[in-house]
C-alpha cells in the first residue's frame, strides 16, 4: 500500500465498500456524535467522511486534533446507512472506518475559518494567503485561471503561431507607466528595466523573420493598485507580420471569443463580428473609451439645445466652449423625489456641482430646469434622447473631457439604479480610431495617448502636415462589459516615421537613438509591415470567474500598497548589499508634525 494514499478523497464510491483504502488530506470538519467522531478530510479533489469510534486506538489522538492537520488514515470502507447518505458528495454513499492514524502536519489555531469561507480582512487573508487558497472558491478559481491559459495557448498554436520568451531584464521605454528598475551591479550607476511588455522585443521578433508570435508574458508597472490592476500581471502578447487591421481583428476575435465561449457556463457571449466603435464616437455615446454594453443608455450632446437659452448656466457652459450631455432615464419617474436626490448628492461626491435633470408626464416637462427653458428646447431635448411620459433625463455639463466623464459615471449608476443593465453575459466591442497624440494637462505639452509605436494614419505626411492633435492611430482595444480586454496597433516599421513622432512627443532625435536604437536599426535593415495586441489574462479570468477583484483570480497576490504581506516584500537590504551595487539610500523628509 502507498505510504500516503491509495486513492484521492474524491475516489471512493459504494462499489468500493469492503475494501481497504489509504487517504491524506486537510481535516475540514469534526463532529463528535457521542461515541462516533467524524472526520471531513479534504485534499485537492475532493471531501470524504471517515468514522472513528470511540473504542478506537487512534480516537484520542483524532481527538485532539485541530481543523486543517494534515493526516494519513488508513481503514476499511463501508456503506453509509440508507437515511445517512450525503447526495451533495460524490463520496457521499460511503465513509471510511479509520484504523490507523498518522499526523504528517499539525495546525496551530487558526487566524480565520477556512472551511465555512466566513469573511476575513484582506490584509489578513493576504497575510495567511496560503490558507486563503484552501478555500474551495479559491481553488476553483486558480484550476479556472489554469485551464483558461491552456485553452489560450492552445487555440494560438493551432492558428500558426510561435510561442517565445523574450527578455525580462531589458532598458527603459515609455509606456504609459513608471518602470521597475533593478541596478546593474557590474555597471555601476546603470539599471536595467523590468518589462511593461515585451513590446520591442515582439516587433524585432518580426523584423526576425518569425511571421506569428506569441507569449503569456509577465509584466511590471510602478503604478497605484486597483481592484482591476496590479503592479504584475500576465497577458497574451502577440505580433503578427504583413497584416491589416482587420487581419488582426479576424484573427484574434475567434481566439477570444473561443476562450470565453468554454468557459461562459451558459452566459452569453457576443458571437462575431464584433462591433467597432470609433474612440471619439465612444467618448460621446458612453463618456468612456471602455462602455459596458450590457447598459443600453446612450448619452446624447445636446449643447445646441442649451445654446443661447434661458437657463442660464447651461446657456453659459455652451458660450464658453463646453458641452452639456444629457443620460436619458427610461421609467426614472415612477422613483420618488428622493431617488433624484440622491443621485444629485452622489454627482456633488465626484466632483460635481450637481446632476440637473427634466422629468417628463403626459401634460409636459417638469423641475427645476424645464421651468426657466423654453417649452421648444425641452420639447428637443426629449425627442433627441427619444423619451416619453415617465421618463427623466439627467445632465453633465462643463468642459468636454469633464462633461463626458461624469455623463459617463451618471450612465453606469442610472442603469444599475434603474435595473436595466444586464448581469449575465459578456458583451464585446472593438474600440478604434485612438488618437495618436493628447495634450498633457499638468505640462501642456503634446504626448503619446496610446503606444507610442504605433503607426499614425497618413504616415510621414500626417506627422508632418497636420496638426498632431488631429492624427488619427492604428490603434485599437477590446473591450468587454466596460473593461479594457486588449489593446493593440499595426506598428510603425519605418526609422523615419518613428523618429518624427517621437520629436512631435517631445524627444529629440538624438534621444530617439539613445532609448531605441535597437528597433531603430531593426527598422533600417528591412522591416515588415505588423501589428499585434495583448489581452489581459488576469482579466479575462476575473471576468470568467465572476469576481470584481483581480487579487482573487491570483496566486500570491500583493495589496493594494504593493506589498507582499506573506513573504514582507519589498523589504530593507543591508547596507553592505547596497554598497555592492553602489547605490546609496535618501529617505524622504518626515513631514513636521
Not at 508570435?213 to 510602478?222: G, L, V
Not at 422629468?359 to 421651468?371: L, M, R, S
Not at 426629449?382 to 433625463?393: P, S
Amino acid at each position: 500500500m502507498h505510504a500516503y494514499r491509495t486513492h484521492t478523497c474524491a475516489q471512493l464510491r459504494a462499489a468500493d465498500a469492503g475494501s481497504e483504502a489509504r487517504l491524506s488530506g486537510w481535516v475540514q470538519r469534526k463532529r463528535d456524535h457521542g461515541g462516533l467522531l467524524f472526520l471531513d478530510l479534504r485534499d485537492h479533489y475532493g471531501i470524504t467522511q471517515c468514522v472513528i469510534p470511540s473504542g478506537s486506538a487512534v480516537f484520542e489522538a483524532a481527538d485532539k486534533l485541530r481543523v486543517e492537520s494534515v493526516v494519513t488514515v488508513t481503514g476499511q470502507v463501508v456503506a453509509r446507512e440508507p437515511g445517512t447518505v450525503n447526495e451533495r458528495l460524490p463520496t457521499g454513499a460511503v465513509e471510511l472506518r479509520v484504523r490507523e492514524l498518522v499526523v504528517q502536519g499539525a495546525a496551530e489555531v487558526l487566524p480565520f475559518q477556512v472551511a465555512d469561507d466566513q469573511p476575513a480582512p484582506e490584509e489578513t487573508r493576504l497575510r495567511y494567503r496560503f490558507l486563503d487558497l484552501r478555500r474551495e472558491r479559491l481553488q476553483r478559481n486558480m484550476i479556472l485561471r489554469a485551464q483558461i491559459i491552456q485553452d489560450i495557448r492552445e487555440r494560438m498554436i493551432a492558428g500558426g503561431f510561435n510561442e517565445f520568451q523574450t527578455p525580462i531584464l531589458t532598458s527603459s521605454s515609455p509606456e504609459g507607466a513608471r518602470d521597475f528598475l533593478v541596478p546593474a551591479r557590474l555597471h555601476p550607476g546603470k539599471f536595467y528595466a523590468l518589462p511593461q511588455a515585451p513590446q520591442q522585443f515582439k516587433q524585432l521578433t518580426m523584423v526576425a523573420g518569425f511571421d506569428r508570435y506569441f507569449q503569456i508574458a509577465p509584466c511590471f508597472r510602478d503604478e497605484a493598485g486597483r481592484a482591476d490592476r496590479t503592479l504584475m500581471f500576465y497577458q497574451l502578447d502577440v505580433e503578427m507580420s504583413f497584416v491589416t487591421q482587420e487581419d488582426v481583428f479576424a484573427t484574434m476575435e475567434p481566439v477570444i471569443r473561443g476562450t470565453f465561449e468554454r468557459f461562459a457556463e451558459g452566459r452569453a457571449v457576443d458571437p462575431g463580428p464584433w462591433i467597432r466603435i470609433p474612440y471619439k464616437q465612444a467618448m460621446l455615446d458612453y463618456g468612456s473609451d471602455k462602455p459596458d454594453l450590457r447598459n443600453p443608455l446612450v448619452i446624447r450632446d445636446v449643447t445646441e439645445h442649451f445654446a443661447g437659452s434661458s437657463f442660464g448656466a447651461f446657456a453659459k457652459v455652451a458660450a464658453s466652449g463646453g458641452v452639456v450631455r444629457a443620460i436619458p432615464a427610461p421609467g426614472a419617474t415612477a422613483n420618488p423625489r428622493s431617488f433624484f436626490d440622491k443621485l444629485n448628492e452622489w454627482a456633488r461626491g465626484e466632483g460635481a456641482p450637481g446632476l440637473g435633470y427634466i422629468t417628463f408626464d403626459a401634460e409636459g416637462p417638469k423641475g427645476p430646469i424645464a421651468k426657466n427653458l423654453e417649452a421648444g428646447r425641452a420639447e428637443a431635448i426629449r425627442a433627441a434622447c427619444g423619451l416619453g411620459a415617465g421618463d427623466a433625463v439627467f445632465f453633465a455639463a462643463g468642459k468636454e473631457a469633464d462633461a463626458a466623464k461624469l455623463a459617463g459615471q451618471a450612465r453606469l449608476k442610472l442603469g444599475t439604479e434603474l435595473g436595466l443593465t444586464a448581469r449575465d453575459g459578456f458583451r464585446f466591442c472593438w474600440i478604434v480610431d485612438f488618437p495618436m497624440y493628447e495634450l498633457n494637462e499638468e505640462t501642456g505639452q503634446v504626448d503619446f495617448s496610446h503606444n507610442p509605436f504605433s503607426m499614425p494614419q497618413g504616415e510621414l505626411e500626417a506627422l508632418r502636415t497636420q496638426d498632431p492633435l488631429s492624427i488619427g492611430a492604428f490603434q485599437y482595444d477590446i473591450v468587454c462589459n466596460g473593461y479594457e480586454m486588449a489593446s493593440g496597433a499595426i506598428r510603425n516599421h519605418k526609422a523615419e516615421i518613428m523618429v518624427e513622432a517621437f520629436r512631435i512627443a517631445g524627444y529629440p532625435a538624438q534621444a530617439v537613438e539613445d532609448r531605441f536604437g535597437g528597433m531603430l536599426n531593426a527598422f533600417r535593415f528591412g522591416a515588415p509591415p505588423h501589428g499585434g495586441m495583448a489581452a489581459g489574462i488576469d482579466r479575462i479570468v476575473m471576468l470568467l470567474a465572476d469576481e470584481p477583484n483581480l487579487r482573487e483570480v491570483n496566486l500570491f497576490p500583493m495589496n493594494q500598497q504593493g506589498e507582499d504581506l506573506m513573504m514582507q516584500a519589498p523589504s530593507v537590504v543591508e547596507e553592505a548589499r547596497l554598497k555592492e551595487l553602489h547605490i546609496r539610500v535618501q529617505m524622504p523628509p518626515v513631514a513636521k508634525k
